[in-house]
T-cell receptor
Framework: ETGVTQSPTHLIKTRGQQVTLRCSSQSGHNTVSWYQQALGQGPQFIFQYYREEENGRGNFPPRFSGLQFPNYSSELNVNALELDDSALYLC????????????FGDGTRLSIL | QQQVKQSPQSLIVQKGGISIINCAYENTAFDYFPWYQQFPGKGPALLIAIRPDVSEKKEGRFTISFNKSAKQFSLHIMDSQPGDSATYFCAASMIGWGKLQFGAGTQVVVTP
């Protein structure tokens, strides 16, 4: 059984740039959630995708957007990067039936200079 | 508004001792309470989870105790080992709801 994989593992950008992060779901899972984890804090929910549709969103501005593809892989896009966007971005997948449990990848560490 | 409050922030325990981490929640609609373990440079890994219809769940050395009336739950790590040194997060959600609400985390250090 293949777990959740994310790419890239690390990324450095400058303010104002745009970034795309990628996630492959665990085999058999068709629901993907994205979280932002600032240093020393718990993960914060960004949004969830189920069967290619956004299925819930946290308190993040519209410059955070996502996509889910027919093979259930997913992208997180962030426009107009700000210094506060520096964080670990985590993807989690879950089975269709009840959205739990969620299994996390190892994340993408994004640094904004 | 922080919906899940976790304490302590950090914990040092000797090998063989018991680590206890506590969490309290606000939303009575929550019905799923997982604990995650996170090592540096890794994503959170699901450790154990409980639904509110039971007061305790045990898996190996890890036990969740749940008090529905007090809106509190805790993780006990028995016979703590140096390999248990990690950050532990409690979380809460509702079955069918995608959002996990996490606590702020507890850094556990197990000394040899």
């Amino acid at each position: 059984e293949t777990g959740v994989t994310q790419s890239p593992t690390h990324l450095i950008k400058t303010r104002g740039q745009q970034v795309t992060l990628r996630c492959s779901s665990q085999s058999g899972h068709n629901t993907v959630s994205w979280y932002q984890q600032a240093l020393g804090q718990g993960p914060q929910f960004i949004f969830q995708y189920y069967r290619e549709e956004e299925n819930g969103r946290g308190n993040f501005p519209p410059r955070f957007s996502g996509l889910q593809f027919p093979n259930y892989s997913s992208e997180l896009n962030v426009n107009a990067l700000e210094l506060d966007d520096s964080a670990l971005y985590l993807c989690a997948s879950s089975p269709d039936s009840n959205n739990q449990p969620q299994h996390f990848g190892d994340g993408t560490r994004l640094s904004i200079l | 508004q922080q919906q899940v409050k976790q304490s302590p922030q950090s914990l040092i325990v000797q090998k063989g001792g018991i680590s206890i981490i506590n969490c309290a929640y606000e939303n009575t609609a929550f019905d799923y309470f997982p604990w995650y373990q996170q090592f540096p440079g890794k994503g959170p890994a699901l450790l154990i989870a409980i639904r509110p219809d039971v007061s305790e769940k045990k898996e190996g050395r890890f036990t969740i105790s749940f008090n529905k009336s007090a809106k509190q739950f805790s993780l006990h790590i028995m016979d703590s080992q140096p390999g248990d040194s990690a950050t532990y997060f409690c979380a809460a959600s509702m079955i069918g709801w995608g959002k996990l609400q996490f606590g702020a985390g507890t850094q556990v250090v197990v000394t040899p």
